[in-house]
């Protein structure tokens, strides 16, 4: 880890710090209060978390990072491991300079997870739908294609075989959200989710090695997210010492976006205060 971490503190401005390997990590600021770091999911950004921050940055310091291979961050080394994430979240939190409550979505719940079974200083997790069962052997095929896929520009069957793979989506909703082809502008999550996929696949499912998570913790989920996520999450909560759980009616796992209001007073609600 570096001696200094140079990050400006204005409120809201995007700066960057260098990790402990020297991948420079890039992240925004808004909001006064206890400190939130937020860790967005695959395919996600420094965007990810804005519309449930906008919601509470009256009462919390939000420390929102793009992960590392996920621009404006640097791409960090290859493959990546979830330690490697754990060490960009410990740089963050020496630089804030006092304990953290972690909020993460999706692939960033696991990420969280690891952190606090790192002992980082941690004083709460709120959890978005961690994809307990992505994880294992099983996923290096599904990477293997993926990189052969983008490497023909096939985005579009890029993103269908990581929802059908990874997230599991069923067949169906896939078919009524398909929005055709990517737009130019759209940012290139290729490098992100490769990363993501190869640390999947190095990770284990299994649920009890969060038993020595003692920080307490708030499930989340969308009533309607398909399976299997809703049972994984189930599992998951029977590891954990100090858990709450809670569900949101008629979401899925988009929830974060689609009702960010609600995502985040539920969030103020059960963040312990000073």
Request: net charge negative; charged share 25%.
């Amino acid at each position: 880890m570096p001696s200094e971490i140079e990050l400006s503190r204005s409120h809201g401005s995007i700066a960057s710090f260098a990790s402990f390997d020297g991948t420079s990590i890039s992240c925004r600021r808004p909001g006064s209060g206890p400190p939130v770091v937020t860790v967005h999911g695959s395919g996600g950004g420094l965007h990810s978390w804005q519309p449930v921050a906008e919601h509470v940055a009256d009462r919390f310091e939000l420390w929102t990072p793009a992960r590392r291979a996920y621009a404006p961050s640097g791409p960090g080394r290859s493959p990546k491991r979830f330690a490697d994430e754990v060490g960009d979240l410990e740089a963050l939190i020496a630089e804030i300079g006092r304990p953290v409550h972690l909020v993460g979505m999706s692939y960033g719940a696991t990420v969280a997870l690891h952190a606090a079974a790192a002992g980082l200083p941690v004083r709460s997790l709120v959890l978005w739908e961690r994809p307990l069962y992505a994880a294992g052997e099983e996923l290096t095929p599904v990477l293997t294609e993926f990189e052969e896929l983008i490497a023909n520009g096939d985005r579009r069957r890029a993103e269908r075989l990581l929802a059908e793979r990874v997230a599991r989506v069923p067949v169906a909703l896939l078919d009524s959200m398909d929005a055709g082809e990517p737009a130019d502008g759209e940012p290139d999550e290729a490098p992100g989710w490769r990363g993501d996929l190869a640390s999947m696949a190095a990770d284990s499912p299994d649920v009890e090695r969060w038993s020595n998570v003692t920080a307490p913790t708030l499930l989340r989920r969308g009533a309607d997210t398909w399976q299997p996520m809703p049972a994984a999450l189930e599992r998951l909560a029977t590891a954990l010492p100090r858990v709450t759980r809670t569900a949101f009616p008629g979401q899925l796992h988009f929830a974060p976006s689609t009702i960010p209001r609600a995502v985040a007073e539920e969030t103020a609600r059960f963040l312990p205060r000073p």
